[in-house]
């Protein structure tokens, strides 16, 4: 299959992996409660190399956004002994998908 010339991502295993690392102490240390730190961390770093058609991508989202979801479907992962769980990792993708925008708008 032919490489897309709509896509490219430019990041590097060096900076992928710092912040790969510190994603995964700040959620190992609080036991999962600061999991979105973690989670908008990533994502960032993921939006800042990604580009389509030439326009970088940007992740608006934040932590404290995704906070107080986070705590109702925290605790319910731990009630239901982690079944709810199906149903957060879609509902995490989604708030994902709505926080990641072009950089610059297009102008059309």
């Given amino acids: 299959m032919a490489k897309s010339e709509n896509f490219k991502f430019d990041g590097g295993a060096g900076t992928y992996l710092g912040t790969g690392i510190l994603a995964f102490l700040i959620t190992v240390f609080t036991l999962g409660l600061f999991y979105p730190y973690a989670l908008v961390l990533m994502q960032r770093w993921k939006a800042k190399h990604t580009y389509i058609n030439g326009v970088r991508l ?18 319910l992962i731990i009630i239901t002994f982690g079944i709810y769980s199906f149903w957060v990792k879609p509902r995490i993708q989604k708030w994902i998908v709505e926080h990641t925008d072009f950089s610059e708008k297009l102008l059309i």
Avoid: D, M, P, Q
């Fill in 58 to 75: 940007e992740f608006t989202g934040s932590a404290i956004g995704l906070f107080g979801n986070w705590i109702k479907w925290f605790l």
